[in-house]
């Protein structure tokens, strides 16, 4: 009786463990969706569209993006942890959602978000500029010579940022710090990059860290001036700009990723598959020509463990700069 009990429980175990075996080995094979925390037309909605229809072609199965915006990221990634985990229902998020959200909002989530959500990749990075704007003879040409002129005018340097807890402005008030304190003021506007360069372009601000993709127009024009470039390297199309490194201020700025995530629950063997999958997007000629034309760089993590270990060093990055700058963000 025993015997034909234990037969019984697994030949159970069995009928229950080979379809799921199946949907491992045979993912994907159903549609794929992508949770996007912006509306359509941004950058991480223009990276998520072009990785997805790359990875349409590759899988040979319908890949839809979804955007939910709001909350600062929280409503999807709420969608994502709470969907089955089974490589069906992904997000791509940027450095704003998913590394400094799930530090200052903490208590807003209701799950621990180290414990419920994994890395699959990184896709791109988008490096920066600490520019300065040329309007009314601003005198300004260098991070030295934006120190000393904060410093001899107190509290008459306004910065610009997208919004009041933003990473650009996290990495003005980080960098005021780091150089001594120059009692710089921030004027957030509401209408994003583009609202930030107009406020430049006036002289309603002085200074703003402000992606190359957004600014790299008026830079050209003459009308704003790079003094830093926030990234490992320096640019190819701008070699005479030095990085924040080079200039002793590491770790000052950010290089605003874009990256792709599961719920942790996820089976391993289905989450090597979607980080392959999602990594050969990237190395297709198409989607590199898309993603440079952007002047964004393609930073795909080598492994799940590397995916990991770089998403925890992010989040420990934004804890030390949101426990060295206190910013109202409610």
């Given amino acids: ?15 229950v463990a080979a379809p799921a075996a199946m949907a491992q080995d045979n993912y994907p094979s159903r549609t794929i969706r992508i949770v996007v925390p912006y509306a359509p037309g941004g950058a991480t909605d223009i990276v998520a569209r072009i990785v997805a229809d790359e990875m ?7 890949v839809i993006v979804l955007n939910k915006p709001g ?52 896709l791109i990075g988008i490096p920066a500029f600490l520019l300065v704007t040329t309007a009314n003879d601003f005198p300004v040409k260098s991070l030295k010579e934006l120190i ?21 402005h996290y990495d003005m008030a980080y960098f005021d710090k780091k150089a001594g304190g120059l009692d710089m003021v921030a004027l957030p506007n509401k209408n994003g990059a583009s609202g930030v360069i107009q406020d430049l372009l006036r002289g309603d601000t002085q200074a703003a860290f402000l992606n190359v993709a957004s600014s790299a127009g008026q830079v050209r024009a003459g009308k704003l001036r790079p003094i830093a470039m926030v990234n490992d390297k320096r640019l190819k199309d701008y070699p005479d700009v030095p990085t ?25 063997p289905v989450l090597q598959k979607v980080h392959d999958l999602a990594v050969k997007a990237l190395n297709s000629p198409e989607v590199q020509a898309k993603l440079l034309k952007q002047n964004f760089e393609i930073t795909p993590n080598k492994s799940l463990a ?24 409610h």
């Fill in 1 to 15: 009786m025993k015997r034909l009990f234990s037969l019984l429980v697994s030949a159970l175990f069995v009928a």
């Fill in 56 to 62: 349409q072609k590759l899988a040979h199965q319908p």
């Fill in 71 to 122: 909350a600062f990221g929280m409503i999807a990634i709420d969608e994502m942890v709470k969907s089955t985990p089974d490589g069906y229902t992904l997000m791509v998020g940027n450095v704003s959602t998913n590394a400094i959200t799930p530090v200052i909002y903490k208590d807003k989530l209701s799950f621990d978000y180290s414990k419920k959500v994994a890395a699959v990749t990184n």
């Fill in 148 to 168: 000393d002129y904060s410093k001899k005018n107190p509290g008459k340097v306004r910065y610009g940022t997208v919004g009041v807890g933003s990473y650009p």
């Fill in 244 to 268: 924040m490194a080079e200039l002793g201020y590491k770790g000052v700025g950010t290089v605003a990723w874009n990256g792709m995530f599961a719920p942790a629950d996820t089976p391993q």
């Fill in 306 to 329: 590397d995916a990991k270990v770089w998403l925890a060093g992010e989040i420990a990055h934004w804890k030390t700069i949101t426990e060295a700058v206190k910013i109202e963000t």
